[in-house]
Structures are given as structure tokens and as C-alpha cells.
């Protein structure tokens, strides 16, 4: 390796976005914080890096193992840089909001770094895009995140939508209704989680048949939820089924046509949740566009968000047509150069005066060249 492109590698999981993506990129980032500033969520935009013991409270214990740490050179306390936004938004509502009326409603976007990418995303930076609704219980709270998460994502032509629904609170539930010891408890969400209906034999037929059962349930939200119903299910996990019927009624009557499914006994990546929580995917598109679910701030609030992850988003966004570039040839007046924008051409200015424009204009990724005042298109 040469000593030039050892210094221009990059570390694992980090790359260079280059036109025409980062541009897009931007572009769609926009476009999801206006839709949901259309349902009332208002921006804001948390630091970078704060300081370690905030960034981990509260729903961002679960994140300590992916958070880069380093010493603040001022302070010289432990920062922490954010591996999740979400978290910010959670400690903004409990301090600088804290008087806001409720619910509150915040949107947000930016960067994000974790010590390690994962198989789906092997990327370790990343941007997100997401909002939250604060200070709200229930299914109607709910079913509006889970309703602007989907028209959001459709509004920057993403096709073929499907939201997988979880419960990541019924298998704690029915563990302890069942009075199962600490360990049975770890097997069996284990079990659950890997789709592994071998590791229930050593539970009782009762409880083995109850589990497999919420395996079984796993699949189009319809099917899903009759197979729930049947189930032998302990008092207090009744209601959560209900719960997710009203649910799918409240997102079916907004969305007649996204297609929902229901994985009743998946938990990972949801482990902060305390409610229904969900996860959009594109047909034919490697890894979760971006994920929700219910969760409580450090204060006890209750609160209901949703996460874009801007990696994958961007493999299921189809590029638009590379605009058109018009080469102004040196010595067009900044008038002029001036106007052919405000007719909504992206114009590239020549610096020098060349013998052949054209093939100048060619060379610079232009379509077009202004000729005798107007704009014609290269061959």
C-alpha cells in the first residue's frame, strides 16, 4: 500500500458519501422531517457528544456496549459519542421541555457512530431521522407513530412497505403469570427470539404448548392475532392481545393497504421497550428501514418514537434523474448566469476561456451549453 492510500483508508464501518448520494441523501432527509413537521412535530437538534452519564440513562443503558467514550479536555469527565438519538430527545423533554404542554411532539435528524456494525448493517456511522410523541399513552398514540413512520417513508417513494409488529412485554408477562423461575424465563425468550421451537422441550407440555404456540402465531397480522385469541393465554396477558387488535383496527382504518405482520415473541433490538413496538421494511431490501415502539423516559413519562436509519433507506430509494448542468462559457455576466438559475438550471461557470467549450462543457458533466442566449443540449 502506498503511503498516499494509507491516508486516505478510512476505519471499518466508515465510508466517504460522494455525489450524487449524499446530495439525495439530504434531499430525503428534509423531505421526512417536513412530513412529520406536517403532523406536528417539531425539530430539534441535540449535540454530538454530551457528557457520558446522561447519554446513558434512562432507554440508553442498553446502548453503554456501542457508545465511543473519550475525556472531555475542559472537564475532564467522560463524554460519550451518540450512538442513538433517541436517548437525546428522551433527556431534551425531561429538562429543557419539561414545562412544554403535553403530548409533545419533536423530530430530529443527524449523525450517529457505535463501536460496532452488525451483520444488516455493517456501517458503524450512519445518519437517523425519527420523532417522538411524549407524554401520550395507548393505542392512539401508537397508531399515529406508526401511521406517520409509514406515510413519511412512502412520501419519499419507497415501495412495498410492510410493518412487522412485536410485543416485546408479553413474554416477560407470561413468564411471570406463570411463575417461571429467572432462567426458564432467559431460555425461553432466547428460544423465541432465535425461532428455535427445539429449546422448549424441556418445559412443561402445558407451557411447551402455550410458547410454540407464539411461535406459530408469527406471520400476517390477520392470522397472527386469530391464533393469539385461541391461545391459553394467563389473565394478564389478555389484554396486550386486545391492545394489539385495536391497534391493527387504528392503523388498518388510516392505511387500508400497508401490509402488517405480528412476531408476538420477538424481543432483540426492542429491549428498552415497554409496549408495542415495530419495524418497516421494503420487499427485495437488505436490512429494517427504521424501527418504533413504546418506551418510558428516566421520569417515568411515557413516550411512543420512531427511527429512520438513513443506510438503509438509502437502498430503497430509487435516484431520481441527474439534473440538468448548463456550462456558462467564460465571460457570461453574473446576470445572466444569474437568471438561467431562477429558470431552474444548475449551471456550471467556466473559470478560463477555452478553445472548445463544448468539449470543456462535456468534460464537466454537463448536458447542456448556453449558445447565442440560449441553452442547447450536448450531443
Known amino acids: 500500500m502506498t503511503a498516499h492510500a494509507e491516508k486516505t483508508l478510512l476505519p471499518a464501518g466508515l465510508e466517504d458519501a460522494l455525489p450524487p448520494r449524499a446530495e439525495l441523501e439530504a434531499t430525503v432527509i428534509e423531505r421526512l422531517i417536513a412530513s412529520f413537521g406536517k403532523h406536528g412535530y417539531r425539530r430539534v437538534k441535540p449535540p454530538l457528544i454530551e457528557f457520558e452519564e446522561s447519554l446513558l440513562s434512562g432507554p440508553g443503558r442498553t446502548l453503554a456496549e456501542q457508545t465511543f467514550r473519550l475525556m472531555d479536555p475542559q472537564s475532564h469527565r467522560m463524554l460519550g459519542v451518540r450512538p442513538d438519538i433517541t436517548v437525546q430527545i428522551a433527556r431534551i423533554a425531561s429538562s429543557r421541555l419539561r414545562s412544554e404542554p403535553r403530548p409533545l411532539r419533536l423530530s430530529y435528524a443527524g449523525q450517529v457512530l457505535r463501536v460496532r456494525g452488525g451483520q444488516l448493517r455493517p456501517e458503524r456511522q450512519f445518519a437517523q431521522a425519527g420523532f417522538e410523541l411524549i407524554g401520550a399513552t395507548g393505542v392512539t398514540a401508537d397508531a399515529e407513530v406508526l401511521v406517520v413512520a409509514a406515510e413519511a417513508l412512502a412520501g419519499v417513494a419507497v415501495e412495498h412497505l410492510s410493518v412487522d409488529i412485536t410485543m416485546p412485554m408479553l413474554v416477560p408477562q407470561l413468564c411471570r403469570d406463570l411463575g417461571l423461575p429467572q432462567d426458564v424465563n432467559a431460555t425461553v425468550r432466547t428460544a423465541l427470539d432465535r425461532k428455535d421451537a427445539g429449546a422448549l422441550v424441556t418445559l412443561g407440555e402445558g407451557h411447551r ?160 451549453i448556453v449558445s447565442l442566449g440560449k441553452a442547447q443540449a450536448l450531443a
Do not use: I, K, N
Not at 224 to 241: E, S, Y
Not at 273 to 299: I, N
Not at 303 to 329: E, H, I
Open 209 to 368: 404448548r402455550l410458547f410454540q404456540g407464539l411461535l406459530a402465531a408469527a406471520g400476517p397480522a390477520d392470522e397472527a392475532l386469530a391464533t393469539l385469541r385461541r391461545l391459553a393465554l394467563p389473565v394478564g396477558a389478555r389484554p396486550m392481545v386486545e391492545e394489539l387488535a385495536a391497534l391493527l383496527a387504528a392503523v388498518r382504518q388510516a392505511l387500508p393497504d400497508l401490509v402488517l405482520t405480528v412476531d408476538p415473541g420477538e424481543s432483540r433490538g426492542f429491549e428498552y421497550h415497554t409496549g408495542v413496538s415495530f419495524t418497516v421494511f421494503a420487499r427485495g431490501v437488505r436490512g429494517e428501514l427504521g424501527r418504533g415502539g413504546r418506551y418510558e423516559l428516566e421520569s417515568g413519562e411515557s413516550a411512543t418514537g420512531f427511527t429512520v436509519y438513513l443506510d438503509s433507506l438509502m437502498r430503497a430509494v430509487t435516484p431520481p434523474p441527474s439534473a440538468p448542468r448548463l456550462f456558462l462559457p467564460f465571460g457570461t455576466s453574473a446576470a445572466e448566469a444569474r437568471r438561467w438559475r431562477q429558470e431552474g438550471w444548475q449551471t456550471v461557470a467556466a473559470l478560463q476561456s477555452s478553445p472548445d467549450a463544448a468539449a470543456e462543457a462535456r468534460r464537466l458533466g454537463c448536458t447542456h
